[in-house]
DNA sequence: ACACTTATACTTATTTTGAGCATATGGGGG
DNA sequence: CCCCCATATGCTCAAAATAAGTATAAGTGT
């Protein structure tokens, strides 16, 4: 149980800070990601170094480079996980020093995301195409990766890995009576990546892909440098189980908004649809808003009342957040 | 959004790896921790150095050194966060290395849980006497921690920082409506540190401390080397969110057990006494165990009948996990 | 046989949920 | 102006889940 370094290696590491900015604008969720420069190159998430003599915390050095790099203020600020596996990084394998990434999710308002010279915001379900349940079971997931996970099941060395394998797809991808869990967004893409069905998957060619030039991203998503579709993932995870206990979906909503607005929002990140009538007996039983008295026509039909957080629910509430139907048996 | 280091300055740091190493142990929650060595030295959580060049995963770093060090092997392990506040460390505020942890939780088998050398178990409520409601509301709530966060508010510079003291406690500690929130373990530790009542406080002066050596330990917990106690604090918040949807108690349970001491060692974690019969309805309900067809007799009473976990749950469940009751308004 | 202890089964009122129907209130076209 | 359309909002109702008991079972020790 000591510290001291082995002698004669070197302990040193590098940390870079990964942002994943997200906000959801006209009911679609969105992540703000750097272009690629060259042709064939990969989106990546902004990202910035981490500097041990200016930054007291960690948190503050993201907020800085954020600020520095894209004048976006971000509210809202979450440490994801750190990630610090060999294969993530090219450059390590061929002896450069190990690079490690401490991902965050910031979440910012729509009237503030305007688009930062470099960068752009994407769907977030141009990534992740399996996760959008909104309009129903997507397509992709039987058309397409249901029977190639079945080969990648198959494939497996004996029985017992099989039935592993058949497990781990069946858990994460709803196969079996337990339905889709909306929240195992980062083993979905873990199992994927290992099955060799995004294009991630070879950077240190252990895996073989079974992924073809042609299908490759309308439907298994949008690949990004290294890592980083694997933060992503990470982060979507955490925030539709966040979404649930705290009130962290009025991050991305603008002062006032309507009820079917919030709906919106709650469903662009959940991906999943809601029943309307219940959702806003939930949300006032929820004491989460207030109305502010004025109202939108900017719909067409009956204008909707305008509401607006209310930050005191969580003086009254144990855990605040958008209450869900819980085991939906949709398979 | 480059990743170049600024030229000039040192951007290497040193990663460590903390290991949050617990257990339940005769229905008390345990904590593995390394024995002083000093006089008035603090015990420190097992911690041991991220070797860049040896290990391809954090994780797998993790399990290295345990196993050299302490000789446990751990089961369950999970990422909690990565500390890198620059006070946490005063070998950095006195020009050293920036050090950065990354903490961990393992949870590790009643039976396996030998004593390794120069280690201890603790009860983790010698470290978070106010966390532990099995018996009702802990009377240091009242006694000690009430009127000492009540004068921390009212020392605030003005109103507003004022109210912002009373809504962080009154959430927190559940002063208002909401109650008691179990999971909150992290915050409530927090904001103790920063009114200077926990023996932790002073490390970089900033804040001063208004604890007494009289009654520190006894009313405000063991304090514990450097931010370990905040990593802990993180862990248990963690676990507690998390037995309730995902059978991590399990990890910690012996093979076979009885619906009484899956209760107890749920309550152990949680803090919070259940209802028996409707304890082992819900568990029944889940899905979440089998019985084993024999029976224990070491109780006393009417022997009771021995169960095992279901793996076959995580199939059939989208969130299979211990319910309990959600908005208890415990104040 | 009896007291005592713990385990387990069953009852009941209440709350929460899921789903749908009904009504309200605006705009626009005739 | 009136009717139609679209969306918003209010309300009902059955089913399921929950909280809190009461009752009964099955061992041990005297």
């Known amino acids: 149980m000591n510290k001291k370094p082995k002698s004669g ?19 679609k969720p969105q992540v703000l990601l750097v272009s690629a420069d060259g042709s064939d190159a ?9 500097d041990p003599e200016g930054d007291r915390t960690m948190e503050e050095g993201l907020r800085r480079w954020v600020e520095e790099q894209t004048g976006l203020t971000v509210g809202f600020v979450e440490q994801l996980y750190t990630f610090g596996d060999l294969f993530r990084d090219p450059d390590a394998l061929a002896g450069g020093p190990r690079s490690i990434s401490v991902g965050y999710v910031a979440l910012i308002r729509q009237s503030a995301a305007k688009r930062p010279a470099g960068s752009d915001w994407f769907d977030w ?9 909104r309009n129903g079971r997507p397509a992709v997931l039987n058309e397409v990766l249901k029977p190639k996970i079945s080969s ?27 339905g889709w869990d909306a929240d195992r967004v980062l083993e979905r893409y873990e199992l994927l990546y290992e099955a060799g069905l995004v294009a991630e998957t070879v950077i ?10 042609s299908d490759a991203h309308a439907w298994t998503g949008l690949p990004l440098h290294q890592d980083h579709r694997r933060i992503l993932a990470t982060a979507l995870g955490r925030l539709r189980g966040k979404i649930r206990y705290r009130p962290v979906i009025f ?23 809601l029943h309307k009538q219940n959702f806003r007996r939930l949300v006032a039983a ?41 085991g939906r048996r949709t398979k």
Chains 1, 2 share one sequence.
């Open 251 to 273: 991050e991305v909503m603008p002062i006032e908004f309507t009820l079917l607005q919030l709906q919106r929002a709650v469903e662009a990140l959940t991906g999943a649809p």
């Open 286 to 326: 929820e004491g989460l808003v207030e109305p502010t008295g004025r109202v939108s026509s900017e719909t067409g039909g009956r204008p909707a009342e305008l509401f607006s957080f209310r930050p005191d629910v969580v003086r009254e509430r144990p855990a605040p957040g958008v209450r869900m139907p819980r």
């Open 42 to 50: 990969r989106p990546s998430l902004p990202s910035g170094p981490f």
């Open 152 to 178: 990648w099941i198959d494939e497996a060395d004996n029985a017992k890995a099989k039935r592993a394998r058949r497990g781990r797809a069946d858990v994460a991808f709803g196969f079996s009576d337990a």
């Open 9 to 27: 290696t070197n302990q040193a590491v590098v940390l870079d800070l990964d942002a994943v900015i997200a906000t959801v604008d006209a009911e």
């Open 204 to 213: 240190d060619g252990r895996i073989k892909t079974r992924q073809n030039q």
């Open 125 to 133: 379900y141009r990534l992740f195409p399996w996760e959008d349940w």
